[in-house]
């Protein structure tokens, strides 16, 4: 079955409502992701901050209350709406621009493709705010007082230390994470939503099976996005200096000093959250196009 004309305007709105979805459901998981992969090294004879995922969540949940597990949310959750607005616009993007024909369905590669443009487009919006979440994630009130106070806090500290380009911390990691992050994402979702769908109604699914699609879509796409995401960590949360080759530099340390099982740290949390935020993620998404179709059904 042909796919519906793409629409552009609608998707980038309807993406913006599925970044609200996401974030809220899965914020939790990911401050315990980014506390695990930046804890750190312990002392000769000292076992780590942190023995695993639910170690760490009961620690921040005893030391910083149930608020702890939604640090750095604010930065996150306002950016979610113009971060998953051009996610899905440069997907739909990719799309268009591959088609011969408007409806015309592409093959898994085109599929790929697009969701690839998808990755190169939000790295740009993602970077800043990921850089001001990451270092208020790390921040526990076990460690003493706090240097920051929220994410505005944070902001004027690094424009104070580097300029607009100290935002952009991490930018390369972003990138080999998000690109083909992204077109694994997609490609995973289109084809799980095209086995589910009954026959003849490949564009009307139910929403438990959208929430599948999407769930699993999260997992797989974040399973090859981890190693990436722990240097784009590290990175960000690094002081000035520790990493001067950015990639190459984490790259190198993390071998040396922590060995290849350190590339996946934070994937338990990572993993539990990848199914219900994207699971959210697309039922919003979908939700939100089936409103703005009935809002605007000739709209382009």
Partial sequence: MA?????LGKNFLAGGFSGITAISVGQPFDTIKVRLQTQPLPQQGQKPLYQG???CTLKTIRNDGIRGLYKGMTVPLMAATPIFAVSFFGY????KLQQKSPGETLTGAQIFAAGMLSGVFTSTLVTPGDRI????????ASAGPKLYSGPFDVAKALLKQGGVSSFYKGMC??????????????LTYVLIRRTLAPEGQENDLSPLRIMI????????????????DVMKSKIQTAPEGKY????????????????????????VPLL????????????GYEGAMKFLNWLTPESD
């Fill in 3 to 7: 796919e519906k004309n793409i629409s």
């Fill in 53 to 55: 995922a639910l170690d």
């Fill in 92 to 95: 739909n993007l990719g799309k």
């Fill in 133 to 140: 979440k990451c270092i208020l994630q790390v921040q526990t």
């Fill in 173 to 186: 990691a972003t990138l080999l994470r998000d690109i083909p992050g992204g077109g694994i994402f997609y």
């Fill in 213 to 228: 699609a999407g769930g699993i879509s999260g997992v797989v796409s974040w399973s090859v996005a981890l190693g990436p």
């Fill in 244 to 267: 001067p080759h950015g990639i190459r530099s984490v790259f190198m340390d993390i071998l040396r000093n922590e060995g290849p099982r350190a590339f996946l740290k934070g994937g």
């Fill in 272 to 283: 539990l959250r990848a199914f219900p935020a994207n699971s959210a993620c697309f039922l």
